[in-house]
């Protein structure tokens, strides 16, 4: 998928706020937009298309592309409540949080777990959906695995930056394969050079599609799973430090219940591209 990232325009809007001395506190962009970060590359919360069908968004950032997905139809929803419209930006994981930091966006949604580190640099809303998280496999390459302990000696991959790496390296005896993002685990995974990854359930739900060759062991989270805060297991809005957005944000999620959240994701899940 496309991920050419050019920031020229944002950081010439930036430096133009900036110069004006506008309040760190209010939103870093005009009156009527939102400007929301994600990869763009992590089906069912977000993805990339050549369309708009489906209700995707065009990416800012990169011409001619689109973006749909659980996290972009949420973005949606939060802007529609306060009145505006969003620019959403493609942007690599471990960039979206110095991005919002520095004011070139206004909110992270993009799957994104709202761990203590993260805490210390950016605030976050209230959660958004809470998750298992699994291991997605080919071919019964993990045929017998029914909990995290008898993942040793097996060749598990985790995405950089990740609570996900984090809870592979410290509670498994996994042979750890540390990647950049999740295209690259699914092609490692094709090509043999590990076993597994890890992956939060609707996002294996996405990739083990009937018929296909993939499959993921079902993890439950502090019983047969990972021993994880559901902080770890959850995503949320990230926004920097003092933001006045939150607040808006967390108006908008109190009217956004499990079920709400359960059937978007269902609906995500169900056009989600697969990578073949």
Known sequence: MKKNISLILTAIM????????????????????????????????????????????PIKNVANMYTNGYDVQVAKKIAESMGKEIEIYSYEWDSLI?????????????????TDE?????????????????????????????????????????????????????????????????STMLVALDAGTIDGYIAEEPTAMAVCTEGSSYTYVPFVNNETGFTIPVEDSSIAV????????????NGYLKTFDEEAQRNLMIEMVEIAPVDE
């Open 14 to 57: 930036v430096l133009a706020f900036a110069s004006c001395g506008t309040d760190v506190k209010k939103d870093t962009t005009s009156d009527n937009v939102l400007k929301v970060g994600m990869e763009c590359n992590y089906a069912p919360y977000n993805w990339s298309q050549t369309d708009d069908s489906n209700g995707a968004v």
């Open 98 to 114: 110095p991005a919002v930091q520095s004011g070139k966006l206004d909110m992270i949604i993009a799957g994104m777990s709202p």
């Open 118 to 182: 993260r805490k210390e640099k950016i605030d976050f809303s209230d959660l958004y959906y809470v998750s298992n998280l699994v291991a997605i496999t080919k071919n019964d390459s993990l045929k017998g695995v029914k909990s995290i302990a008898d993942l040793s000696g097996k060749k598990i991959a985790a995405q950089s930056g990740t609570s996900h790496l984090d809870a592979l390296e410290g509670q498994t005896k996994a042979v750890v394969s540390e990647l950049s993002d999740f």
């Open 238 to 249: 990230g926004v920097k430090k003092g933001s006045e957005l939150k607040d808006k944000i």
